[in-house]
C-alpha cells in the first residue's frame, strides 16, 4: 500500500522517534508499505516519520545505482533501531534531496564511513562499517529519526537563498507526483 509521504511543516519530522520492540504490530507490512512507497517516489530512503511514525525505522534501495555501481543491484535494507557508533573516512560533499522537500536539492557535507549497529527485518543485530553511497543515505535517513532534515546541515547563506521555497513548502505548496500530507 502507498502511504502518503509528511512534507516539511509537518511537526512528526521535527520529533526525535522511538525506538521499537519486535511486538511492534505488523512490522513487516510498514516495512513492505514503506519501500513501496519509496519506490513509487523514486526515492532511495525512506524513514518512518517520512510516513507519519515516530519510530526509529527506515529503508534504503539503492538498486536505482545499479547501473553506475553494479554492486547494488537489488540492494534493499530495513533498518531498526540503528545507532551511529562512529564516523569515519573523509568530508564528502554531494547534493540531496529528500522526498519531505520536494524540488529542494543542496550540496551537505557528511563523511563518507560509519560504524553503524542496527536490526534488520528481522531483528537480527548487525554491527558494520558502512561505506560509500550507502554510508551517504543512510546518515541522511537516520538524522529523520532525530528530527533532523538535510537543510539544517546547510551553511545560513545557502538557506537564506532557498528561503521562499522553504517558506512555500512549509505552508503546504508541494508540487510532485507522489501523494503528500502536508502542513495546513
Ligand atoms: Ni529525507
Redesign the pocket.
Known amino acids: 500500500m502507498i502511504l502518503p509521504i509528511y512534507t516539511l511543516g509537518q511537526p512528526v519530522l521535527r520529533k526525535v522517534a522511538e525506538e521499537i520492540t519486535p511486538e511492534y504490530p505488523d512490522i513487516k507490512e510498514l516495512l513492505a508499505n514503506m519501500f513501496e512507497t519509496m519506490s513509487k517516489a523514486d526515492?532511495v530512503?525512506?524513514?518512518a516519520p517520512?510516513v507519519g511514525l515516530s519510530i526509529r525505522v527506515f529503508v534504503i534501495d539503492l538498486d536505482c545505482l545499479s547501473e553506475e555501481f553494479p554492486e547494488y543491484k537489488g540492494f534493499r535494507k530495513a533498518f531498526i533501531n540503528p545507532e551511529i557508533l562512529e564516523l569515519g573516512g573523509e568530508e564528502e560533499t554531494i547534493e540531496?534531496?529528500?522526498?519531505?522537500?520536494p524540488g529542494v536539492h543542496e550540496s551537505v557535507k557528511r563523511m563518507n564511513r560509519v560504524h553503524m549497529r542496527y536490526l534488520d527485518e528481522n531483528f537480527a543485530e548487525h554491527d558494520e562499517w558502512i561505506e560509500g553511497y550507502e554510508a551517504r543515505v543512510v546518515q541522511?535517513?537516520y538524522?529523520?529519526l532525530d528530527g533532523k532534515?538535510?537543510v539544517d546541515r546547510i551553511s545560513a547563506l545557502r538557506r537564506q537563498l532557498i528561503k521562499g521555497k522553504l517558506n512555500a513548502l512549509l505552508k503546504g505548496k508541494a508540487h510532485c507526483t507522489y501523494k503528500v500530507k502536508t502542513p495546513r
Not at 540531496?96 to 522537500?101: T, V
Open positions: 526515492g530512503g525512506l524513514a517520512q540531496e534531496g529528500c522526498l519531505s522537500l541522511h535517513e538524522d529523520h532534515v538535510f
